[in-house]
């Protein structure tokens, strides 16, 4: 607890564009909960490094993610938002908690498992202790909730794991975290394969809507949105692709499942996407309209980086500080 508020901690990784999933996945969720809890959200550059990237394109990314959380409705002055890389008690922490975590179950996770696959060559020991980083993100800020996607359920488990065993030895150090799953948008498809979930780094553009893609791109990919045979719209396993359209359509109008089937009975494939595309169109035009606005004030940007790498680096400094002190590592002599 800070004050009389929860505290809530989630980020994203900078690893490419955020996409329709990540939004109505994650972002959407922590602006809905921004008001009840004392929030922490990360710029998750250190996680980004497990895949390698271009130096200039993912500082920029970086900074346009961090820009993207505050264009999307996160205020900067009531939300401590920040740059992991900024705040060393995160791969210190991780260190620790490495010590505290078994190879067997890190080999467990799907995602190391799913990136290996996609990365063969280049399967580095960042990857396979990548939830341990992502432990020590959360635990770190004591948090009691952490809104994310489906995919992010095992490593919240993970984490829970991590802290309860610590916590067995050395007594109460550690909040235990709960995951928050929103009730719409927890698993958006590909647009070109609805049995794979949408992603930031699919190297086919057609199969993500970015939020920042024009009104005319986002319309055209849902009229190539791969669909299933057969006319009818409803919501049926063997129909994955309509499905997929008729979540994204529920989670940016509002209207349940059964409201859609009825809306859409008896008509077309073509009029049911072009309006899901109208609708995703209108709830991203705020926030590319202040994404711009935010672009051109650098000096804002950067002050309001500073003063929350501050906060961040205290906040998190007090729980590293009580875990090297039970660790019993000698105490610094100031
Ligand atoms: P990458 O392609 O680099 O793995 P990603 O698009 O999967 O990236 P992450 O940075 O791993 O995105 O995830 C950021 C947040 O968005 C997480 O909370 C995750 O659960 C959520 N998220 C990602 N993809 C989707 C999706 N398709 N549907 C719903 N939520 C998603
Ligand atoms: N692994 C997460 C990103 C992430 C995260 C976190 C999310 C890193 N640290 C802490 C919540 C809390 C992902 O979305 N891929």
Not at 220 to 248: H, M, Q, W
């Amino acid at each position: 607890m800070i004050g009389d508020k929860k505290i809530l901690y989630s980020g994203m990784q900078a690893t490419g564009n955020l996409t329709l999933g990540n939004y109505l996945g994650a972002l959407n969720n922590w602006i809905k909960l921004s008001e009840e809890y004392e929030c922490f959200y990360g710029v998750m550059d250190l996680h980004s490094l497990t895949v390698r990237q271009n130096p200039a394109e993912f500082r920029k990314r970086a900074r346009m993610l961090y820009t993207l959380y505050i264009a999307a409705g996160l205020d900067p002055k009531k939300n401590c938002i920040y740059f992991q890389s900024h705040v060393s008690a995160h791969a210190e922490m991780a260190w620790l908690l490495n010590c505290f975590t078994y190879m067997g179950e890190l080999s467990r996770m799907t995602q190391f498992k799913d990136k290996s696959a996609k990365h063969a060559d280049n399967i580095n020991a960042g990857l396979f202790t990548y939830p341990v980083l992502m432990a020590a993100d959360i635990l770190l800020y004591q948090a009691d909730v952490v809104p994310v996607g489906i995919d992010q359920l095992q490593h919240l488990e993970i984490t829970r794991d991590i802290a309860e065993r610590f916590n067995n030895i050395y007594g109460d150090v550690f909040t235990i975290p709960e995951g928050y799953v929103g009730k719409t948008g927890a698993k958006i498809m590909s647009l070109q394969d609805p049995t794979k979930k949408m992603s930031k780094s699919d190297e086919n553009i057609n199969a993500s809507i970015y939020l920042l893609d024009d009104p005319d791109t986002i319309i055209r990919k849902f009229k190539r949105a791969v669909t299933d045979s057969g006319s009818e719209i409803c919501y049926r396993e063997d129909k994955p692709g309509i499905c997929n359209l008729i979540d994204i359509y529920s989670a940016t109008s509002g209207k349940n499942r059964d409201e859609i089937t009825r809306e859409f009975d008896g008509k077309g494939y073509g009029e049911f996407k072009l309006a899901v595309g109208e609708s995703v169109v209108d709830i991203l035009k705020p926030l590319q309209a202040r994404m711009k606005e935010l672009q051109a004030d650098k000096a804002y940007i950067d002050s309001i980086i500073k003063e929350n790498a501050e906060k961040a680096s205290y906040t998190s400094m007090k729980t590293l500080r009580k875990v090297q002190k039970k660790l019993g590592l000698t105490e610094r002599i100031r």
